[in-house]
C-alpha cells in the first residue's frame, strides 16, 4: 500500500468537510485541511504521481469548488494565516505551499471564470501581510517567539515555492546566532 494513500484520504476528508461547512465563518477551521493539502501534495511530487482515479476527480470536482468559495470569500485562509504567531513561522511556509498546491495541483478541477480568478486572488492575498514572518530583522528581543530548531523537511515542494529559500536563508544566520 502506498505512503499516499492515507495522506489522499486524510486530503479527501478535509476538503470534504470545510467544503460542505455550512455553520458561522468566523468558526470556519481551515487548518486541518491545509496541512492535509501541504502533507499529500508534497508526497505526490516526491512520489511523481500524475493522475487522479475517476472517483477522486470526482470527488474533486465536487468539493474544491466550494472549498475555493470558503478559503477566498469566506475568508477560512485569511483567518488562520492572520492568528498564526511567529513560533508558528514553518506552518506558514507549509500553509504557503498547501495553498499553492490547492491552485497549480488541483485548481483545474475548479471551473474557469471570474469567481475562481477571485477566490485564487483572495487565497493569496492570506499571505501578502504576513510575509514579515519570512524577514528575520530586527532587535533581538523580536526573535525570541521563533523556534530555535531547523527548518523543517520540505523535499516534494518545488522550487517554485521560493517561501522556502527565504526562510532558509533568514533563518540560517538567525539559528547560528541563537539557536
Not at 468539493?63 to 475568508?75: C, E, T
Amino acid at each position: 500500500m502506498s505512503k499516499l494513500n492515507p495522506l489522499l484520504q486524510d486530503f479527501l476528508k478535509h476538503l470534504n468537510v470545510l467544503a460542505n461547512y455550512t455553520g458561522d465563518w468566523r468558526q470556519l477551521d481551515s487548518r486541518p485541511l491545509m496541512s492535509a493539502a501541504y502533507e499529500y501534495f508534497r508526497n505526490r511530487h516526491i512520489e511523481t504521481v500524475a493522475d487522479f482515479t475517476p472517483d477522486e476527480e470526482s470527488q474533486l470536482k465536487q468539493n474544491l469548488p466550494k472549498a475555493f468559495f470558503q478559503l477566498g470569500a469566506r475568508a477560512a485562509l485569511s483567518n488562520l494565516i492572520d492568528y498564526l504567531e511567529r513560533k508558528e513561522v514553518f506552518n506558514y511556509v507549509r500553509f504557503r505551499s498547501a495553498c499553492q498546491f490547492l491552485i497549480d495541483d488541483v485548481g483545474a478541477f475548479v471551473p474557469d471564470g471570474p469567481e475562481k480568478n477571485e477566490q485564487i486572488e483572495e487565497m493569496l492575498a492570506s499571505f501578502e501581510d504576513n510575509d514579515k514572518y519570512l524577514e528575520l530583522a530586527g532587535d533581538d528581543w523580536e526573535f525570541c517567539e521563533y523556534p530555535v530548531e531547523p527548518v523543517p523537511e520540505h523535499a516534494g515542494v518545488p522550487e517554485s515555492h521560493t517561501w522556502w529559500k527565504r526562510l532558509e536563508d533568514s533563518y540560517g544566520p538567525f539559528l547560528q546566532r541563537y539557536g
